[in-house]
């Protein structure tokens, strides 16, 4: 099915600025921006007011005067709790929903591609990624269609690479944690060369031990190394390797539940066989990338990149599907899906400032895109392990999974997007955004044989445009709206058209909000938001179509900052209305949206005490609503709060920078049911309702870090 491009106001006035700023004098430009995309990463990390995010074809922005919802984690916040995963990170941004494989926000599905990227290059969201491996964390709230190309209105998850320092940098760190597990990192940066002109940095991790579970294991294992060369003054090359190993077995496994059922009060997750000693995670991420930054006169900035990802995944988790609300299960693993994924991704952006008249425009032109491909075990199958009970879980002989090296080529899906956008400014006080882009999409299945068994080819428009006001300089009022373009779902297996493609979708979104620079240390920021996307899912005839509307409506709160000198916080709340409109049956119309709770709060607060420098306490705060387990709301699983607990302290030891730290999460030992999700990514697929996972325990990490 073919989507035309339609004909927008939007696309019209980003045409029409282009075309005056063509023909405008290179000589009337009367604002420069500095070349910052040829220094070394800064030793001091930004003031929260200041900082910035990178948002597709726009680059580099300040967060403040942005005029959508825009989150970033700091490299202080990731240091002082020990965060070893990206999911980690998503505890303290209410809006995110992070503990299932694909991130999300505004309670909208993620994609496994479409919405994360490394560096501004797409990346696969379901394998795993270690914390230690980047300097920050960025998130844009809601659809972003117009800056990146089509996407799942789930938000952009970009993570930002550490990059090399100009002065040398060396830390070591050994630490254990829960499960008598030890951890041993090294994190090494400087110049290479006496110019300054080579500079490098190097990560290097081993995190393994025992699991909370009584015979699990866990292992993390990286080597992340990033190069910068200064070919001249105004150019730099930016290289990226890593290389991730993932590995967790024993731990509990998915619980999911059949017709009409809910979920009982959530067990202890350190209870022996919830999941098999055998089952669990084996990935290997391999990841390289290249960016090449110029700057043009001082005014005009360039960048390409390209980015090559190979993800292996031996996937021999446990399912545990309830068959009464009595806590019996029966145990399934399946070895069906994916265990390589491909990617190749690329970008070129083109950004800079003309002045046409009393109009200041930045402008900003270029492309993205990427091909990804799926390979699956040619003998990957579903196996019925047995039966068993929360009050007596069972151990099972190790079904014969597959070879998973001995694949085959199930799938592959490209994207192509252009993109073209204008931020015109008509006074310090106004100024309207415009931006769009054009894209290109095609995807096609294969069976074992090789041959194709579905394929799909689209093209389509996604736009947005968001006018901006300042009454005064630290405050920021804005009001977007956005039109974006995805990818349409492929019908699940168990539906009367399995494998076939839906044509896209389109989403809106409408958002208004707030941005406030406290005393220039806190950043005060709200949103209030709508979006509407289709609805899909397997219906009562057994044709997985889209079959109703998810209508999202929420408010966000955040803080991010320094409320004292010695007081630094982070968090908010999310209030969200999900609901399911427009459907066949009366008795799912107007239904909160399955897994999503109406309330979410998280808070992480610093102290710096006084009588003690260098040493600080913190804690963290999470909260979640209850979430309902079915479209009809038949069931619920209640809402849970858990407590996070720290401290740091810095000293001298042998005449070295030292910090001792040490921290507990979930400190009360809160049991309870997170990542809430239907069979199906939009709803139900036909192979069972909704499942859900347990939360971890509580969790203790100290450590040692010795900087040289």
């Known amino acids: 099915m073919k989507i035309n491009s339609r004909n927008t106001p939007v696309i019209s006035l980003i045409s029409l600025s282009v075309l005056i700023a063509i023909n405008a004098n290179a000589a009337e430009n009367t604002t420069e921006q500095p070349a910052l995309t040829v220094t070394a990463a800064p030793s001091q990390t930004p003031s929260s007011v200041d900082k910035k995010a990178t948002l597709g074809n726009l680059g580099s922005q300040e967060i403040r005067n942005t005029p959508w919802s825009v989150e970033t984690v700091s490299p202080q916040l990731m240091k002082r709790q020990q965060l070893k995963s990206i999911t980690d990170i998503y505890r303290y941004m209410p809006s995110v929903q992070g503990d299932g494989a694909r991130p999300q926000t505004r309670g909208m599905q993620g994609s496994v591609v479409q919405n994360s990227m490394i560096d501004g290059l797409n990346v696969v969201s379901t394998t795993d990624y270690a914390a230690e491996q980047f300097d920050h964390l960025e998130v844009l709230n809601g659809l972003a269609g117009s800056l990146y190309g089509p996407a799942n209105p789930a938000g952009l998850f970009n993570f930002v690479s550490k990059r090399p320092t100009d002065t040398p940098q060396h830390s070591i760190t ?13 994190d090494f940066s400087g110049p290479l060369d006496d110019n300054d002109r080579l500079r490098y940095r190097l990560n290097m991790l081993d995190d ?13 294992q990286l080597v992340s190394l990033a190069l910068d060369a200064n070919l001249t003054d105004k150019t730099v090359l930016e290289t990226n390797f890593s290389y991730y190993h993932f590995y967790d077995k024993g731990l509990p496994g998915k619980f999911a539940l059949g017709s009409g059922l809910t979920f009982p ?4 997750p350190k209870t022996a066989h919830l999941g098999q000693s055998y089952a669990g995670d084996n990935n290997h991420t391999l990841t390289a990338g290249v960016h090449l930054k110029h700057d043009f006169d001082g005014n005009w900035q360039g960048e390409v990149g390209v980015l090559r990802q190979i993800a292996d995944r031996e996937s021999t988790a446990v399912t545990n599907t309830f068959t009464d609300n009595k806590g019996h299960y029966t145990t399934t693993t399946s070895s069906a899906t994916a265990s390589r994924f491909t990617i190749n991704s690329y970008m070129a952006n083109l950004n800079g400032e003309v002045d046409t008249g009393w109009i200041h425009h930045q402008i900003s032109t270029g492309l993205r895109g990427f091909v990804w491909k799926n390979m699956n075990p040619i003998a990957g199958g579903t196996s019925t392990l047995g039966s068993a009970s929360l009050d007596n879980p069972q151990a099972f002989a190790e079904p014969d999974y597959p070879d998973f090296t001995d694949r085959y080529h199930s799938a592959t899906a490209t994207q192509h997007a252009f993109l073209l956008s204008d931020n015109l400014s008509f006074s310090p006080q106004w100024s309207l955004l415009l931006a769009g882009s054009e894209s290109l999409l095609s995807s096609s299945n294969y069976n074992k044989a090789g041959s194709r068994t579905s394929e799909s080819s689209n093209s389509g428009f996604s736009g947005s445009a968001s006018l901006m006001y300042k009454p005064v300089d630290p405050l920021t009022l804005y009001v977007s709206y956005a039109d974006s373009l995805q990818q349409g779902d492929t019908a699940p297996t168990g539906s009367n058209n399995a494998g076939n493609i839906l044509a896209p979708y389109r989403s809106r979104q409408v958002e208004m909000g707030s941005k406030l620079a406290i005393n220039n240390k806190l950043l005060l920021t709200a949103a209030v938001f709508q979006i509407k996307r289709p609805y899909a899912y397997t219906n009562a005839s057994g044709d997985y179509a889209i079959d109703g509307e998810q209508r999202n409506r929420g408010i966000e709160l955040m803080a991010d900052g320094d ?4 007081l630094h916080i982070y968090g908010g709340m999310t209030w969200l209305d999900p609901r399911l409109l427009k459907t066949a049956s009366k008795q799912t119309e107007d239904k909160q949206i399955v897994g999503l709770s109406r309330y979410v709060a ?29 479209n009809q709301n038949n069931g619920w699983v209640s809402g849970y709060t858990t407590l996070d607990a720290g401290t740091a302290w810095k000293t001298q030891l042998f005449n070295t920078a030292t910090t001792f730290r040490l921290d507990v999460t979930n400190l009360t030992n809160r049991h309870y049911w997170t990542n809430i999700v239907p069979g199906g990514l939009n709803g139900y697929s036909g192979s069972g309702y909704a499942s859900a996972q347990l939360g971890e325990p509580r969790m203790v990490q100290v450590s040692m870090q010795l900087n040289f």
């Open 208 to 220: 393994e031990g025992n699991g909370y579970v009584k015979g699990s294991k866990k292992r993390r």
């Open 265 to 268: 009060a959530a067990p202890d």
């Open 563 to 566: 409320v004292t000198d010695r």
């Open 174 to 186: 050994v630490g254990g944690g829960t499960g008598l597990s030890h951890l041993l990192s090294g």
């Open 602 to 630: 998280s808070l992480f607060a610093a102290y710096d005490l006084p009588m003690l420098s260098g040493t600080d306490i913190h804690g963290g705060l999470h909260y979640v609503g209850r979430r309902s387990t079915d």
